[in-house]
């Protein structure tokens, strides 16, 4: 009689699995176990981790005829953030143009009307010529916040940036956007312009992305409004 250990059978332990335990039973080879993988993960099928959040598409036509390179101020310090900026079309600052040029005439024709029937009260052309002044002052310094303008389409969230010397930068995630609206006045339309709104629960992080290429700002909804739905369903 041997004194050798005797070695376990498989299925004799009733610490083994159940399918393991069945298989010895029958005279079959024990069936390995899968690895059950912990709690939280999202199961995969070709074994590689599941990415927490899809890539945002990134239509061609959000840089048509838009400007180039953003501008930054001069100083360094800014926020870091992980995607490309897009940019508003140089129409707009034309349009600007355009628009506040049609407004300082009818200023200065109402000043000179109600100067006429005022008996030549000089008050009239000095608050007159303040707006004038306060218009010529942010027209000169249009084209700068033009080329600040700019926004940014990453994984959970758009940003959005203006501002050189008081910047802002707004984040709105894409599950919290409710309207996504478009609108062009009739001379946004007569230089193919158009505004972006973004509408959330919260008033405070809504998004006005003005001048806007028309099909770039009809992409962008239509990209916005896929990207929410996926977000509020969790798909």
């Known amino acids: 009689m041997s004194d050798s250990p005797m070695t376990p059978q498989p299925g004799s332990n009733p610490a083994d699995p159940p399918l393991t335990r069945a298989a010895a039973r029958a005279g079959l080879p024990p069936v ?3 690895p059950v993988p912990p709690q939280g993960s999202a ?3 070709s074994g590689e981790p599941a990415a927490s959040a899809a890539e945002v598409p990134q239509p061609s ?3 048509e005829g838009t400007y180039t390179a953003i501008r930054e101020p001069r100083r360094s310090g800014g926020l870091a953030l992980d995607g490309t900026w897009h940019q508003i079309s140089p129409k707009y600052v034309v349009s600007q143009f355009v628009q506040n040029a049609i407004f300082l005439v009818v200023v200065v024709a109402a000043a000179a009307a109600v ?3 005022t008996d030549g009260q000089l008050w009239i052309w000095i608050v007159a010529g303040a707006i004038v002044l306060v218009t010529v002052a942010s027209l000169v310094v249009l084209p700068r916040q033009a080329r600040a303008l700019g926004y940014m389409l990453r994984a ?3 940003v959005f940036r203006k501002g050189i010397l008081w910047q802002r930068m707004v984040a709105v995630p894409y599950g919290r956007m409710q309207l996504v609206d478009i609108t062009h006045g009739p001379m946004d339309r007569a230089f193919g312009i158009s505004k972006l709104k973004m509408v959330t ?3 405070t ?8 290429g028309q099909q770039a700002a009809e992409a962008l909804r239509d990209t916005l409004i896929d990207v929410a739905e996926t977000r509020r369903t969790g798909l």
Not at 205 to 212: H, R
């Open 32 to 34: 390995p176990e899968r």
């Open 43 to 45: 199961p995969t099928t």
């Open 61 to 63: 036509a959000l840089d």
């Open 115 to 117: 100067w006429a029937f």
């Open 156 to 158: 959970d969230d758009i």
């Open 201 to 203: 629960a919260a008033a």
């Open 205 to 212: 992080t809504g998004v006005e992305i003005p001048g806007i």
